[in-house]
């Protein structure tokens, strides 16, 4: 801990989310290396199907911390962050339809080719500008924000909050599930976009591509964390928390609880989209089964159980719950379900500060004491 | 009984005629009273007498049916909403002693502190010497300096009281709304609870719902009697405690 005094404020006694940092950081170097530089018969060798798992998992976190930060500062319960997830999916996976090109089987230069098999003659409006990536960049931003932002403007301002708020969050990513499965919302339907070729040119197949997707969604979950700690260390952090915990307090000390809530709110539904954007080219396919309601509330077990409200808690659960369904659903698929269901009982239960209050509860809870 | 109809120049809140119903249940029924600048203020009535109504109307969180409230000669507040009119000079205690609970004893009060309540202005914010000197000094107002770095939840009931009242206080108001701020306290924290009180009227109005006669007695100030949504008597505590409707409604025989 040399280091130290050069840190910025904002990372100053928080020590689970610069060994967070640390390792994530040190991650996006070595797995990369693991895999491109070190012979498959090396024992540190890391076989590329660990980095695309891995990157996945990492994916996850990202969309994890995107949920702490509202649920656990803000005390905003959403049941729907897969939605904003799939859309930020869903806009990376235009951009790599548009770039199969002519190479898809029915070999259209323009048309992906569930639109020449539904017999579309042009390309829908809102697919224009997706083969270019910074718009299609800029889309994984915009679509999740632009979304939050009407639909937390109508719910924060009639102060919709609690269950309320939880519910109508999940008819939101339920009604996309529908819409997303007609084929005619131009989005592919059932089977979603897939088939994927080659992002900027670089062949997706390409152990060296799946590396530095890998690097990529470990900064952009070093990126999102850095962001979260400085708006959670923040004044704004405080008053989120103030409205948590006595949001008619807050108005009367003079705060926009709405305004507040509408901030994070977005920022949230954009990092989530910025991890479904990391999420697609890693497994190669997005569909519309990506707003199903049982998803979302799979990322709040993933918080909870990991500590809700301290960030690298978030994370923590999103690794290691994800890390435990690809283990379980390979040993017993069938119980996986119920273990998730007993897990999120057991953690509300007894660890109501997830793991991350089991590693530092006891330092915490005597903070304060005279 | 003191009607609105002649209120003087120095009027820092003026109700006029409100009327609020819920459900067909009259709570506030033409009710009208004024305060003065710098004046402290006791409310009492029975239960339904429409008290803490007249709170939520005049800090937003009740829009009345009909009437008026006007604050600081200018300002009609029964159209603001809450965080609007807290920002024009209105600071409010709840009953039920409300601190922000996971925060320290100083965060509450750097919360509170007067200035920009925008989002740009929390997420850059620092505090600067001359804010930190205020929150000492309220600190020391509301005997609380010990206790700075502890958590708000930790603190006793009295504590969170005085915390609450430490941090209307930060909020710089020129109005402060007080409900049954001694229920739960013990005799001394009440005489220091009216203490604190009667330090703070010094420099701004308050106005205090209460049920503790003693602690109205205590307090000594004009009292207002509320009964079923009106004004029934006001004056001195004496005055109200001679007076044959009060005894009837309020007091008893």
Known sequence: MTTRHHLPGFLTGDRG???????????????????????????????????????????????ALAVDLIWGFAGILSLGHGAFFALGGYAMGMYLMRQIGARGVYGHPVLPDFMVFLDWQQLPWYWYGFDLFPVALLMVFLVPGALALVFGWFAFRSRVSGVYLSIITQ?????????????????GG?????????????????????????????????????????????????????????????????????????????????LAGLAGALYVPQVGIINPGEFSPANSIEIIIWVAVGGRGTLFGAVLGALLVNYGKTWFTGALPEAWLYLLGGLFIGVTLFLPRGVVGLLVGRRRDLEGSP | MTTAAHRPDDTILYLDAISVSFDGFKALDGLSFY???????????????????????????????????????????????????????????????????????FDNLELALAGDRGLWAALFFRLDPAQR?????????????????RLAGHLSHGQKQWLEIGMLL?????????????????????????????????????????????????????????????VLAEGSLATIQANERVIEVYLGR
């Open chain 1, 17 to 63: 989310g610069l060994v967070l940092l640390t390792l994530v950081l040190g991650a996006a170097l070595l797995v990369p290396a693991g895999n491109l530089l070190l012979a498959e018969s090396h024992p540190l060798h890391v076989p590329t199907y660990l980095v695309g798992l891995l990157g996945k998992y990492l994916a996850f976190a990202l969309l």
């Open chain 1, 171 to 187: 008819a939101m990513t339920y009604a996309l599930l529908l819409a997303f499965f007609r084929n005619d919302m131009g989005f």
């Open chain 1, 190 to 270: 059932n089977n979603g976009l897939t088939d994927f070729k080659d992002l900027l040119g670089f062949d997706l197949q390409a152990d060296a591509t799946r590396a530095a997707l890998f690097s990529a969604t470990a900064l952009a979950l070093a990126g999102g964390y850095l962001l979260c700690r400085f708006i959670t260390a923040s004044k704004l952090g405080r008053v989120l928390r103030a409205i948590r915990d006595a949001e008619s307090r807050t108005r009367f000390l003079g705060y926009r609880v709405e305004h507040y809530k509408l901030f994070v709110f977005v920022v949230s539904a954009m």
């Open chain 2, 35 to 105: 305060v003065r600048r710098g004046e402290l203020r006791a409310i009492i009535g029975p239960n339904g007498a429409g008290k803490t109504t007249m709170m939520d109307v005049v800090t937003g969180k009740t829009h009345p049916d009909i009437g008026q409230v006007i604050f600081a000669d200018r300002v009609d507040l029964t159209r603001l909403d809450e965080a609007r009119i807290a920002n024009l000079g209105i600071g409010r205690k709840f009953q039920k002693p409300t601190v922000f609970e996971t925060q320290t004893v």
């Open chain 2, 133 to 149: 000197q205020r929150i000492d000094q309220v600190l020391e107002t509301v005997r609380l300096t010990d206790h700075r770095h």
């Open chain 2, 170 to 230: 930060m909020q710089n108001p020129q109005l402060l709304l007080v409900d049954e701020p001694v229920a739960g306290m013990t005799d001394e924290e009440t005489q220091r609870t009216a203490q604190m009180l009667k330090e703070i009227a010094r420099s701004r109005s308050v106005v205090v719902v209460e049920h503790d006669m003693a602690f109205v007695k205590s307090l000594d100030c004009r009292v207002t009697v509320l009964h079923e949504g009106a």
